[in-house]
């Protein structure tokens, strides 16, 4: 086994306690998601902004989006070793972005107040974890 420099190891533990900082955001929010899939019906309206109701197909694509990112930032976190390391790699940097991008829109656009305060600075903060995340060593494994 290669052994890693003084300067990659701290890079490397910054990379793995963001990523599962990052994979336990997300578990928790698919275990809401989940409850919602199933027909439970607490919460989302305040998450929604109005009392209408999301198509089921629509929260299953978000479940499988949530699980895809777990995977993708705990293989590039270095948590496991994953195969194909620059697959990991584009999809936390593709996670940082997306995050980003939600992140703004829900604090300059015309949003809710919960859109504002909660969820903007949520993504934001997934979207600068991520990027510590993808920012991983290429040295220090996948």
């Given at each position: 086994?290669?052994?890693?420099?003084?300067?990659?190891?701290?890079?490397?533990?910054?990379?793995?306690?963001a990523?599962?900082?990052?994979?336990?955001?997300?578990?928790?929010?698919?275990?809401?998601?989940?409850?919602?899939?199933?027909?439970g019906?607490?919460?989302?309206?305040?998450?929604?902004?109005?009392?209408?109701?999301?198509?089921?197909?629509?929260?299953?694509?978000?479940?499988?989006?949530?699980?895809?990112?777990?995977?993708?930032?705990?293989?590039?976190?270095?948590?496991?070793?994953?195969?194909?390391?620059?697959?990991?790699?584009?999809?936390?940097?593709?996670?940082?972005?997306?995050?980003?991008?939600?992140?703004?829109?829900?604090?300059?656009?015309?949003?809710?107040?919960?859109?504002?305060?909660?969820f903007?600075?949520?993504?934001?903060?997934?979207?600068?974890?991520?990027?510590?995340?993808?920012?991983?060593?290429?040295?220090?494994?996948?």
């Open positions: 086994m290669r052994q890693m420099s003084k300067q990659h190891k701290p890079r490397a533990l910054r990379a793995e306690r990523a599962w900082t990052v994979a336990g955001v997300l578990a928790a929010l698919l275990l809401v998601n989940t409850y919602w899939s199933f027909g019906q607490r919460g989302l309206a305040w998450v929604l902004g109005c009392d209408c109701t999301v198509p089921l197909s629509l929260v299953w694509i978000q479940e499988a989006a949530l699980v895809i990112g777990i995977t993708a930032v705990l293989a590039r976190g270095g948590v496991w070793p994953a195969p194909v390391p620059w697959i990991w790699k584009i999809g936390t940097w593709t996670m940082a972005a997306a995050f980003g991008a939600v992140g703004l829109q829900n604090l300059v656009g015309d949003n809710t107040l919960q859109a504002r305060l909660v903007a600075p949520l993504a934001l903060l997934l979207c600068g974890l991520s990027v510590v995340v993808a920012r991983r060593s290429s040295t220090t494994g996948p």
